[in-house]
């Protein structure tokens, strides 16, 4: 979260291209509940969904579908009268889910997400907010925000067996992608390409002021008496953006220096 502005994060061997990632002020990347191919479905109750700007996962079923209403009523207001096991019955039956967790969200200076634990494998998972998040170990700031699931769909798209820690891991990733989005860890790449001058670096004298400059670098030089040493050429080399190498709304720093290098190497190759 704490990385630079602006970060050169690779540069090819010849020294002539680099590849920087830049912070996307605007955060115009779209909502990670809006990707294609995830393996989870997150549910999140109404509220989350207008008061964060998370959007709607649109396979997501409406906030009014009766299991996102059990789920809401037996986990936030616990006087229902379902039990929890058969209102986790009732998800497994409807989507062939193998793994449910909560979603728990801190919001205090700032917002950070975090899943619970998996609710079919571990019955000590209860969904409340205690000891969620470090430094709010009583959860006062701390909110059960919806569900993260699998569905039977999602484990055949994705060859994934039911209930496998490869599906935790999965939704535990897309949680921490949805994290850096709300967190505006959001990222455009370019690569840079170092200026070459066309010319020697040899001294012009202008017709009419008589003051001298670098033909090809344009530096003048310190001494204008002195005719003798040769131009130094820039102190640093100077870059220009490769055209058409922009692309925002990379979200998570490392993808998007990942992106970055790639684009490089594949300008190199050419
Ligand atoms: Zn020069």
Not at 67 to 79: A, G, K, S, T
């Amino acid at each position: 979260m704490h990385a630079p502005e602006e970060e050169v994060v690779a540069a090819s061997p010849d020294g002539r291209l680099r590849a920087v990632v830049v912070r996307d002020v605007d955060g115009v990347a779209d909502t990670p509940l809006d990707y294609d191919g995830r393996v989870g479905t997150v549910w999140l109750f109404p509220e989350a969904q207008r008061r964060h700007g998370f959007g709607h996962d649109e396979r997501s079923p409406s906030p009014h579908a009766d299991v996102v209403w059990e789920m809401d009523r037996f986990y936030r207001h616990p006087y229902v009268d379902f039990t929890r096991e058969q209102v986790l019955k009732h998800v497994v039956r409807r989507h062939g889910t193998s793994v449910i967790c909560p979603l728990f969200m801190l919001d205090h200076s700032g917002i950070w997400l975090r899943l619970g634990r998996d609710m079919l494998a571990d019955p000590t998972e209860d969904a409340r907010s205690k000891g969620r998040f470090v430094g709010d170990e009583a959860g006062w700031d701390t909110s059960l925000i919806g569900f993260v699931l699998d569905s039977a769909a999602a484990r055949e798209a994705h060859g994934l067996a039911a209930g496998s820690e490869t599906v935790l891991e999965a939704l535990r990733e897309e949680v921490a992608e949805l994290n850096s989005w709300v967190t505006g860890d959001v990222w455009g790449v370019r690569v840079d390409q170092r200026v070459e001058y066309a010319g020697p670096h040899v001294w012009r004298t202008a017709v009419f002021t008589g003051s001298r400059s670098c033909d090809a670098c344009g530096l003048m030089p310190l001494d204008a008496d002195d005719d003798a040493s040769p131009c130094p050429g820039p102190d640093e080399p100077e870059w220009a953006e490769v055209e058409g190498t922009a692309c925002w709304g990379y979200v998570g720093h490392d993808w998007a220096a990942q992106a970055a290098a790639e684009a490089m190497e594949e300008l190199g190759a050419r």
